[in-house]
């Protein structure tokens, strides 16, 4: 029943399920029946949350390396990774665009400086350093 409770509150991934019931002491052979029989009716699904969790990262503005890595953290095959972010493969550049703007303003960098730490924060973000380069390259070059 808490496994049902975790679900009704949000998507898990079985890695995160298994360790949330782990740690409310469930057994590790309940915990592997558990999870087989939830898979089985449909009501845990890595690819969906997968599909959940990229739309939400998507939409608080992280990129996506660092999108992948909180998927790897949380258990999800590489495989299933690339599928979903492929989905929004023509928006990671406008949203990176929509980020600097939000953070910086629409004036562009006037140092050298300023063009770093604003390159700096969008790769914290988790933009590819070749998006990233994509976004100042369209910028008059400042010394």
């Known amino acids: ?16 399920l298994a360790r949330k019931l782990s740690a409310r ?10 999870l087989a029989a939830l898979v089985t009716e449909g009501l845990l699904s890595n690819a969906r949350y997968t599909e959940s969790f990229v739309y939400s990262r998507f939409q608080r503005g992280q990129g996506p390396q660092k999108i992948r890595a909180e998927l790897r953290a949380r258990g999800i095959d590489d495989d299933m990774i690339d599928v979903c972010l492929a989905d929004y493969d023509s928006r990671w550049q406008e949203l990176l665009e929509q980020v600097r703007l939000k953070k910086f303003g629409p004036e562009r960098p006037d140092s050298l400086s300023e063009r770093n730490r604003q390159m700096r924060f969008l790769l914290q973000r988790g933009f590819t350093a070749e998006q990233v380069g994509k976004l100042f390259r369209g910028y008059d070059r400042v010394t």
Do not use: P, W
């Open 25 to 34: 002491g469930v057994d590790n052979g309940v915990i592997g029946t558990t």
């Open 1 to 16: 029943m808490t496994a049902l409770d975790l679900l009704a509150r949000r998507e898990h991934s079985e890695q995160e």
